[in-house]
């Protein structure tokens, strides 16, 4: 039977067990969409990257939940280069890679950095009742009408769509007990895929933000640390202007109440933006490739 090497690689985080787990399939030329999908599910990760060739770009990653393929994933994108990195694939300075987003600059540091260009940021703000959101947070209306007098709601999206939501205090963020069916809907009305909580109130003194990100129709009730999101997010406070240092790296922790914490780097000036961070390799094996429901389709 043919084997494919497997890993689940923890990005945005240099300790094992913490940040984002993500499958990375090194080598999945060949595979059709049925197997990729198969092993997307045996691996269990909210994403799987699989790296293939591409004829214009370094490689091109293609990312698949249990459940279904998506455009853009930024943990896994840090997970399979820091991999790629770990295992001289590929070295340090500027790399291409394809999306179904488009194709970005990726750009790998001595110590193992991963840099990630994102889309170019969209902004739009939104006008969504906070009882509603509220409601479907679990959280006191008046946690988000403190913050939202001087920060709007808003979808944005560097490759992922999000659903921005100010908290005041760390407390109420720790504290939410969110409702997916009504995430899920506020997320349908809006276009977003998934609702991006987040308050100035954090733990590391150095950080701008600390966030939660429920993403339920990506089949993700909350993904421990979310690099789109992380970048959506810091477009959205450069044009708000609400954020001192222009022109400064803003740091986003994530993760903590999953028992998975992490950090994810960001460059933006509100339009352009770059999301940084490294990654452990946690559990590299050999995976039996499966067969593909494709090759059972009868034609008449």
Known sequence: METRQALLVDAFTDESMTGNPAGVVPDADGLDDDQLQKIASELGASETAFVVSDDDADRRLRYFTPEREVDLCGHATVAAHAHLFERDVVGDGIHSLATATGTFEIELTGNGTVWMEQATAEVDIVDIAY????????????????????????????GVPFLLVP???????????????????????????GLYAFTFDTLDPDAAVHARAFVPLAGIPEDPVTGTGAGAVCAHLRRQAVLDGEGEELLVEQGHFLDRPGQVRVQTDGHDVRVGGRAVTTLDGELTVPDSDEDDIIET
């Open 167 to 193: 908290i005041n205090y760390f407390e109420h963020v720790r504290d939410a007990d969110p409702d997916m069916r009504a995430i899920q809907r506020l997320c349908e009305e809006t276009g977003a895929v």
């Open 131 to 158: 009882d509603e959101i509220a409601d479907a947070l679990g959280v006191d209306v008046a946690s988000l009408r403190d913050v939202g007098a001087d920060l709007p709601l808003a979808v944005a999206s560097t």
